[in-house]
């Protein structure tokens, strides 16, 4: 069982830059970030493996920047340039071996374990 907490959350205006950060319990192979807005979908955004290959969704590319700190157990995303439309809630997870490899980051149904998540609301 591997635990993940998020954290960084929060509101800010648009153009505005937000850090989230994730604690995992066990290093994972392949980790990435997911969000869901109001009344949406799951999506993934951000995924990343254990040697530093990312993988971006189009709605994010140049704009958000997927990272990690082995020594920590910990994930980061810094999130630039942010929109309205980035309001959601946003989720650290561990998927399935190979997912992140990928030229997208995988879908909601490769995810072996799921934080809680965190609130980012974008201010227009």
């Known amino acids: 069982q591997v635990q993940l907490v998020e954290s960084g959350g929060g509101s800010v205006q648009v153009g505005g830059s937000l850090r989230l950060s994730c604690v995992g319990s066990?290093?994972?192979?392949?980790m990435g970030w997911f969000r869901q807005g109001p009344g949406g979908e799951r999506e993934g955004i951000a995924a990343?493996?254990?040697?530093?290959?990312?993988s971006y969704a189009e709605s994010v590319k140049g704009r958000f920047t997927i990272s990690q700190d082995h020594a920590k157990n910990t994930l980061y995303l810094e999130m630039n340039a942010l929109k309205p439309s980035d309001t959601s809630m946003y989720y650290c997870?561990?998927?399935?071996?190979?997912?992140?490899?990928?030229?997208?980051?995988?879908?909601?149904?490769?995810?072996?374990?799921w934080g809680k998540g965190t609130l980012v609301t974008i201010r227009s």
């Open positions: 997870a561990v998927a399935a071996s190979g997912t992140c490899t990928w030229r997208e980051p995988p879908p909601p149904n490769f995810v072996d374990y």
């Open positions: 990343i493996d254990t040697d530093g290959r990312t």
């Open positions: 066990h290093r994972s192979e392949c």
